[in-house]
């Protein structure tokens, strides 16, 4: 969707980026990683978020995380996979996403 950020890494110069891609999605790492594994997965489709998005969307981004947490080898370590979803969610960018994140233990709750 013109004027969306991920939609425009994903067909921009920054595609070098990318950890992970299928036919449905693409993953690369976040800019601001809040562990030593932050992956943001999401489809190629734009999808404004969690509410929006086909739930065989949100499963494939799902998948894909699990195998690209299998990949950085944080599988058996453990891992969290996240979507923020509107304002109250913490959301800031309208493309549906997911993070994966690893390598550090989390805490809980979140803030
Ligand atoms: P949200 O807050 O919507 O759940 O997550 C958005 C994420 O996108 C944040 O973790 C933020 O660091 C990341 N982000 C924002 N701008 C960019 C960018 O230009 N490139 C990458 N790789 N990540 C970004
Ligand atoms: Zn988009």
Redesign the pocket.
């Given at each position: 969707m013109s004027g969306c950020?991920f939609c425009d890494?994903l067909s921009g110069d920054k595609r070098s980026?990318i950890v992970y891609e299928d036919e449905h999605i693409a993953a690369?790492?976040?800019?601001?990683p809040q562990a030593p594994v932050h992956v943001?997965v999401l489809p190629k489709r734009h999808y404004t978020g969690l509410n929006d998005a086909p739930a065989e969307t949100s499963g494939r981004c799902i998948e894909a995380a699990r195998r690209i947490a299998s990949e950085k080898g944080i599988d058996n370590s453990g891992y969290r996979v996240v979507a923020?979803c509107g304002s109250d969610g913490?959301?800031?960018?309208g493309h549906l996403?997911f993070?994966l994140l690893g390598g550090r233990r989390m805490k809980w709750p979140p803030g």
């Open positions: 950020l890494i980026g690369f790492e976040d800019i601001n943001l923020n913490g959301q800031t960018v996403h993070h």
